[in-house]
């Protein structure tokens, strides 16, 4: 019995989120309808009271990055005055890449401009010149900067505190300098939560994926699109991200980011040279240009003139805002493992702009493709959102080919996050092991699986995806509380270093600088 105590109280970060995330797989499952009635609600409370909050704290992430970035902060190394990066820039970014939202744009690249045009434009009418405009400088926002700003600074944070500081590499150990214990209920919590967010994330995620990879090969070769294909999709790319995520995170994860962003700019070349080329540069200058113009003012829109538009912010903007920072103690925890050795401004500014600007480039190209079929008189709406893309490819010649290579980069894409998270789960199930353990991996792995197949067979997938959304109004404060942490560290350490355009002084190796007393 005390050893059955014992272990519980010392895996508490293990089997809680277990427990929890049971319950609410259970409900999606066994009572969907319900489950999904009251999620659905609470997330429109949120979107609705709380919308003001999301649009100020987004915003004001990206100004907090920005004065870290441009201050002599910047100089400071995540690490060891004289450590190294661990991973190639070039591998680096793929990493990033690929966990930050690799398989969302394949799902949206050529949806999401065609909504904003031909469904639900954000100001004009439907299939309006306005609308056209408005939907690329519209998919900018919701896949841009903001997006990256929310995943940095959780990241920044996560990595200041594990590689400068050599704390433990948990997200409750940003909090040591106004929690005296952060193994206390606050610190666990905080972990669990973590844990939760990446598991239903990662899950959605996966249903989301397998949809689409069976509405490809439903598309292309007449295989049916229902429950018991997408199971067994599920299943294969399952195993196929294990062994992967066994190998470890240099081989499996590096290998595959890696040859993402080989097939993702292979198809992205092939799309801009057989689609048209001069009108896809055309909008990417002048909704580059819109976008720019009115960056402050669609990020601090609420529409609160405007009533009768406010439902349209909340479902997007808001929507948007949300479901990125319920993503980002998943994406933060992974970029900041992978980023050691970065300077505080080359991790920002490569983190912020770089996804920014290859997500700019893909959702041009291919939202031009899909926008251009559509304006031609051939209907793109009627198909599901996971179709669009392989309809799109039918107008063009290679649409075969691309269709194939789009099919190929989801199902890399897909084994790509499920690896990233299985060793994000793993490493924060145990105490902030940065090479946990294979069977922990495997533990989630299966975990991942089983709630994506559940959900899907029982429609829960929607219920889920609320729900993460409610965990990102939580997570939200620990984010600010994170942001003070984070400041009141980095500028004691500024102050210590004497720091302006060079340090005066550095600490010596393995004895940081702390504001916090070990007791």
Not at 28 to 42: A, D, K, M, Q, R
Not at 89 to 104: E, N, P, Q, Y
Request: aromatic residues 14%; proline residues 4%; hydrophobic residues 50%.
């Amino acid at each position: 019995m005390k050893e059955k105590s014992s272990y519980i109280r010392n895996n508490k970060v293990f089997i809680f989120p277990l427990g929890l995330l049971v319950v609410l797989v259970a409900m999606g499952t066994l009572i969907p309808h319900p489950f999904g009635e009251v999620s659905e609600n609470l997330t429109n409370s949120i979107t609705k009271d709380f919308g003001w909050f999301y649009l100020l704290l987004v915003t004001g992430i990206l100004f907090y990055l920005l004065y870290l970035c441009l201050s002599p902060i910047g100089q400071i190394k995540l690490g060891n005055p004289n450590s190294k990066p661990e991973h190639s820039t070039a591998s680096w970014i793929a990493m990033m890449f690929s966990a930050g939202m690799g398989i969302g744009l394949v799902f949206y690249g050529a949806a999401e401009p065609l909504s904003h045009y031909a469904i639900n434009p954000p100001l004009a009418d439907p299939s309006s010149r306005k609308a056209l405009e408005d939907s690329f400088q519209y998919t900018f926002f919701y896949w841009g900067i903001h997006a990256w700003g929310v995943y940095a600074i959780v990241g920044l944070a996560l990595a200041y505190f594990g590689f400068r500081k050599q704390e433990r590499y948990l997200l409750s150990e940003t909090f040591k300098p106004l929690l005296d214990n952060t193994d206390g209920f606050i610190g666990k919590t905080i972990d669990i939560i973590t844990i939760v967010a990446t598991v239903i994330g990662v899950a959605t995620t996966l249903g989301f994926g397998a949809s689409q990879i069976n509405g490809g090969l439903s598309y292309l070769f007449g295989i049916s699109n229902n429950f018991k294909v997408q199971t067994v999709i599920i299943l294969v790319t399952i195993l196929l991200f294990i062994l992967s995520a066994m190998s470890g995170l240099g081989k499996g994860v590096k290998i595959l980011s890696n040859l993402n962003l080989i097939l993702a700019i292979g198809l992205l070349a092939i799309a801009i040279v057989v689609g048209p080329s001069v009108r896809i540069f055309d909008n990417l200058t002048n909704s580059l240009g819109n976008y720019l113009q009115n960056f402050l003012a669609m990020s601090f829109r609420s529409s609160s003139f405007y009533p009768e538009k406010r439902g349209w912010i909340n479902s997007w903007t808001i929507f948007y805002w949300a479901w990125w920072i319920s993503w980002s103690p998943f994406v933060g925890v992974f970029i900041a493992r992978i980023s050691k050795g970065r300077t505080i401004r080359e991790f920002i500014s490569v983190v912020l702009l770089i996804p920014t600007i290859l997500s700019i480039l893909w959702f041009t190209s291919f939202g031009t493709l899909s926008t251009s079929v559509q304006e031609a008189g051939f209907d793109l709406t009627g198909f599901a959102t996971e179709e669009v893309l392989f309809a799109t490819f039918s107008h063009y010649s290679l649409g075969k080919v691309m269709s194939i290579v789009a099919l190929v980069l989801i199902v890399s894409f897909f084994i790509t996050s499920a690896d990233s998270a299985t060793f994000v789960l793993a490493m924060l199930s145990e105490k902030g092991n940065l090479n946990p353990s294979n069977k922990k991996k495997i533990v989630w792995g299966a975990l991942l699986a089983l709630i994506a197949i559940s959900l899907l067979f029982s429609g829960g997938l929607t219920a889920l995806e609320n729900t993460l959304i409610i965990v990102a109004l939580p997570f939200s404060l620990v984010i600010i509380f994170m942001m003070i942490t984070l400041l009141i560290e980095l500028k004691h350490e500024k102050n210590k270093m004497g720091l302006s355009i060079t340090p005066d002084r550095l600490p010596k190796t393995n004895q940081p600088f702390k504001s916090y007393s070990e007791d």
